[in-house]
Structure formats: C-alpha cells, structure tokens
C-alpha cells in the first residue's frame, strides 16, 4: 500500500500586511531563480510549487511559503499516486518461470542464459546458424569471400582504424641556417659557428680597409656585420637548444655572468634526443664538411694560446735587436 503524496498550490494570493515586491523577491531567493520567472506565479492561475512530497515535507513547505508571504495550501498529489510498478496487493495471479537453460554464442563464444540474440555480438543465433549451413552447402569463390571479409572489416565499427593519426614525420629534419626552427647537433653546431667566425672575420677586415677610405662607411659596415653575426649566431644556438630539447628562449641564459659561460659549455656538451621532439625529427648525419669546419673551430683557441705566448717573445726579440743596432754607433765612435 503507498502512502499519499501532496503537492503545495499557489494561485498568487498573499498573506495580510505583505507587500508583493517583498513576497516576489523572497520567493526569488528561496527558488534561487530570477525574478522575471517569479513574476509569472501572479498570473491568477493555480501553479504547483512542489510535487511528490510526503505528509510532513509538504508541511515544512507550506509554513516556509507562508512565511515568505505567499498564502499556499497543499493538495493531494494524484498523478504521484500513479506507478505501473507492482505493490503487495497487486501481485500478478501467475509469474512465468524463470528458465535456468544456459548456451554459448555460436560466433564469439559469450556464455549466457538461453535466448534469441546473443547479449555480447548481438546476432540472432537462429539466422546465424541459418546463414552458416547455407555457406556450408554452398561455399563463395575465395576472392568473393575475401572481399565480403575485407568489406564487413571496413565497415565494422569495431575495426582498426587505417586512418594515419600520428602525424608522418620525415627520417631527418631539414637544415635551416637562417631560422630559429629545426633542429642541429653538436658538430653542426660548432661547424656553423666556425662559418660565422670566419666570415665575419674576413668581412671585418674589409670594413677596416674601408673605414681607412671613409671613416662612416666603415663603421656603418662594421655595425651591419656585427648586428648579423649575432642575428645569426642567436638562430643557430636556438637550434642546437631544440635539438637537446629545451626552449630557444634559454639562450638567454648566455647573457648572466660567469652562469652564461657554464651554460654555453652545457650546449656544446649535451648530446640531442635521438628520436623526434616537440621541435621536430632529428638533424641529418654530419658531413665531411661540418666535421672539418668544426675542427677547425677547436684550432681557434689553441692558435690563440700559442699567440699569447710567441707575441710577447717577438716583441722581446725586435726591442732587443733595436737596442743593439742603438749601441753600435756608439761603439764605432769610441774606437774612433
């Protein structure tokens, strides 16, 4: 036996000495809705605030209501009362039996109760059986039956996907000198370097030749080769920093004191990843090439070593060959 359901009934009216502005915004707050959708609960028609409520939270919200200043009154709920499920005293005169016959699906093999379709593919089991004494009696050519294999395969949502969803990266990245994209390896690096070095070096003297004929215009080609020397020594060290896998915006580290020098260390150190990062594939193998003009970038500081010490012995040597072509005059007069 159910018990009986209620619902609370407003028909717009409100309670004595409450002002309908304070009962509209009380409701608002109570319904927790805009005050445009409470507005439409004045209309004069009967509107079911709440439904399906026992006894006692029906009355717990007629004193709420009433104490919002909205005069409301509950009703018995009828279409509550209403249920298609079944109670003690309407029981069915006789259930059916519950049949305890299990079977397997002759395709996927699932093991369940007796029935008509299988509840794991989903076939009807007597067509399946059907269709299969039909193929068995007469069997396809074997190209028919592999296309009709291929074609349920392809149209099977259940299939493998032969759609390419990775993107198809290339082997090896390509070479990009003048860009900040891409990736390039220790050697390259040093090799590139060396480029730089070489080039801007050479360009450097023919500015100074330059500025002996014209002071401004050597010093304007001075400026533009030391402006693209770094222009292009900045995109090639955020290539090597791709090819480690750390952004090209760590190059600014360079630029902290005594850290600057470390860091630059790091880079010429650290290996890149072998396979393809967020920068994209690896670099191509080095050439013959970038290995010598990397070498060749090694031999700057050892020639530099080597200048430092035979510089100040040849100047040594010229001011003590001057000092002694000094002293022979003065020699020559005092046998004289």
Request: net charge negative; hydrophobic share 50%.
């Amino acid at each position: 036996m159910t018990h009986a359901r209620y619902k609370i009934v407003f028909t717009g009216e409100l309670m004595p000495e409450v002002a309908a502005d304070t009962v509209k915004d009380n409701l608002a707050r109570l319904f927790k809705s805009d005050r445009s959708k409470i507005e439409a609960l004045f209309s004069g028609a009967a509107v079911a605030l709440k439904r399906d409520l026992t006894e006692d939270d029906a009355d717990k919200y007629l004193a709420a209501l009433q104490q919002a200043g909205a005069r409301v009154h509950k009703e018995k709920d009828l279409t509550a009362s209403l249920s298609l499920v079944e109670t003690d005293d309407h029981r069915p005169a006789s259930e059916p039996a519950v049949s305890n016959e299990r079977m397997s699906c002759p395709k996927c093999g699932h093991e369940q109760a007796k029935a008509i379709e299988c509840q794991a593919c989903g076939i009807v089991i007597e067509k399946y059986l059907a269709r299969q004494a039909q193929l068995a009696e007469n069997p396809p050519p074997a190209s028919v039956a592999v296309a009709a294999t291929s074609n349920a395969s392809e149209a099977s949502p259940y299939a493998t996907p032969k759609a390419q969803v990775a993107e198809q990266l290339p082997e090896f990245g390509e070479l990009k000198v003048f860009s900040v994209n891409g990736r390039i390896g220790r050697v390259r690096y040093l090799a590139w370097s060396a480029a730089i070095f070489f080039a801007a070096l050479g360009l450097y003297l023919i500015s100074a030749l330059a500025m002996a004929v014209s002071p401004v215009v050597g010093g304007i080609l001075m400026a533009a080769i030391v402006i693209a020397a770094v222009v292009v020594s900045v995109q090639i060290g955020v290539q090597r920093l791709h090819d480690i896998g750390w952004s090209g915006w760590l190059l600014l580290v360079n630029l902290i004191p005594v850290v600057g020098g470390v860091f630059a260390l790091i880079m010429l150190v650290v290996p890149g990843t072998a396979e393809a990062n967020r920068y994209g594939p690896p670099p191509p193998p080095n050439s013959t090439g970038a290995k010598v003009l990397a070498f060749t970038w090694l031999l700057v500081p050892i020639i530099g070593i080597l200048a430092a010490i035979a510089i100040p012995q040849y100047q040594q040597y010229t001011q003590r060959a001057a000092e002694a072509q000094m002293e022979m005059p003065s020699a020559v007069e005092s046998q004289e």
